[in-house]
């Protein structure tokens, strides 16, 4: 089979990485890739938003099975256009991978459908939101509505700081116009935990449990980032927590997808927030995380074609997943400055250092050759990646890893998988 992966993040490393040990694959590509999924298929020079292209390479090259990794194809509705020129993808259409492009059709979905979240409102009106804020009081959270690269979500500790947020987005000098709408909730407190599955519309299999870690700095301090780091499994999601997820969140979701027009297929990430056994969904994405998805694969025993290849055709009730035993531990090694303004260009040593280890593995997200040098070329640059037989293992395979390679103001953070730790001692 001939095999396209569109996207060139850490994340689409993983799934370039999987997907070229399957013996089901003849030939790989991946657009645009990176110089980590050169490695393992032939990059090609198209960029996620270029659907046109995209969709004449897949035709005149006959891909077999398009697998897309980002969100913004998905909202651009990639699958769709693929699916009407009779070309198999992996991934939601347009109108469900909305679940993602819109927090306000998202919280709507869960107030119809009984999904627990964050009790919520949803504004254009500058003085309506403003009321709003001070009657919930603060600790506030207010969000663009439409994508922002996970980083349009404000942690408002005071009512002035929510409304400067709100009125930041609603003038457009936020985000644009994923700013144009906002949603304003409840504060949560408690754990957060990432539950994916993969799902045709009707069958549902969940994955391995996962934890992102948001905040840039250690001790989940300072802004929020894309994720600075991830592992599986994530004690957090107990069987209980589990079940829980699956019948509260889940199965009524893929259900109110359906009956709203709006089929899901693909992976569903739900973000939780878990707190005395109980949990709340903080949003949806319609995807993979990432880096959920580096210690996911690393942890991930059987083919994954067969199960991309089941949701493309719309049947998975024949199809499951098996996994490895072990731990997986990601650590995200970024650029000086990111989530801000950040370096680029910076040359990258010592990763064929990590080569020699056993079970380190690094993901390339913002790198790029020059000459014979890796570079750095994005604010997350590597995910290291460690699979062990504990978390604990796991965790220091991970950062052995970390502590080979350097660049100019590299920063990582130096907890990635404590609260694993902290929950088994
Ligand atoms: P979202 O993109 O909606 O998941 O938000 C990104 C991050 O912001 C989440 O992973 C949480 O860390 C935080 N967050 C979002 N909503 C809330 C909330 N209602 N209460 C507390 N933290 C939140
Ligand atoms: N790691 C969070 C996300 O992929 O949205």
Redesign the pocket.
């Given at each position: 089979m001939k095999i396209l992966v569109i996207g060139g993040g850490g994340r689409e490393h993983a799934l370039v990485w999987k997907i070229a040990q399957s013996p089901l694959v003849t030939k790989l590509y991946c657009a645009p890739g990176n110089p980590g999924t050169a490695a393992l298929a032939e990059n090609l020079p198209i960029a996620v938003d270029q659907l046109d292209k995209l969709l004449a390479f897949a035709y005149e090259n006959k891909i077999d099975l398009t697998v897309v990794g980002p969100e913004q194809p998905l909202s651009l509705g990639i699958v769709d256009l693929f699916e009407s020129h009779g070309l198999k993808v992996f991934g939601p259409s347009q109108k469900a991978a909305f679940i993602e492009g819109s927090?306000a059709f998202s919280k709507d979905l869960m107030q119809k459908y009984n999904v627990p979240t964050?009790a919520y409102g949803v504004f254009t009106d500058q003085s309506e939101a403003e009321a709003f804020i001070n009657r919930t009081g603060a600790p506030i959270?207010v969000?663009a509505d439409g994508l922002a690269a996970?980083k349009?979500?404000i942690?408002a500790q005071t009512c002035l700081e929510a409304v400067s947020a709100v009125r930041d987005m609603l003038s457009g000098n936020a985000f644009g116009s994923a700013g144009s709408r906002v949603v304003i909730?409840?504060?949560?407190?408690g754990e957060?935990a990432s539950f994916l599955v993969i799902t045709d519309g009707k069958n549902v299999i969940p994955l391995a449990s996962a934890q992102?870690h948001?905040a840039v700095f250690d001790g989940d301090l300072g802004p929020?980032t894309g994720g600075m780091g991830a592992y599986s499994p994530a004690p957090v999601v107990t069987p209980a927590i589990h079940e829980k997820a699956m019948q509260q969140v889940i199965l009524p979701t893929v259900a109110g997808m359906a009956a709203e027009g709006r089929p899901y297929r693909g992976v569903l990430y739900a973000?939780l927030?878990v707190k005395d056994g109980e949990i709340k969904t903080?949003?949806f994405n319609a995807r993979f995380g990432d880096p959920e998805c580096q210690p996911l694969l690393m942890r991930m025993k059987s083919d994954i074609v067969p199960v991309l290849l089941a949701v493309a055709n719309g049947d998975l009730a024949d199809t499951g997943i098996e996994w490895h035993d072990k731990a997986a531990v990601c650590v995200v090694m970024a650029s000086e400055g990111y989530p801000g303004d950040y370096r680029k260009g910076d040359p990258i040593q010592g990763l064929e250092r990590v080569a020699e280890l056993d079970d380190v593995h690094v993901f390339h997200a913002g790198t790029a050759a020059q000459a014979d040098k890796c570079v750095t070329n994005g604010g997350r640059v590597l995910g290291v990646t460690a699979l062990g037989a504990t978390v604990k293992e796991a965790i220091d395979g991970a950062y052995r890893g970390v502590a080979r390679i350097t660049w100019p103001g590299v920063q990582f953070r130096s907890d990635i998988g404590r609260k694993a730790l902290d929950r088994a001692s």
């Open positions: 927090k964050a959270v969000k996970g349009g979500v942690i909730e409840e504060f949560l407190t957060e992102d948001k929020n973000g927030m903080l949003e």
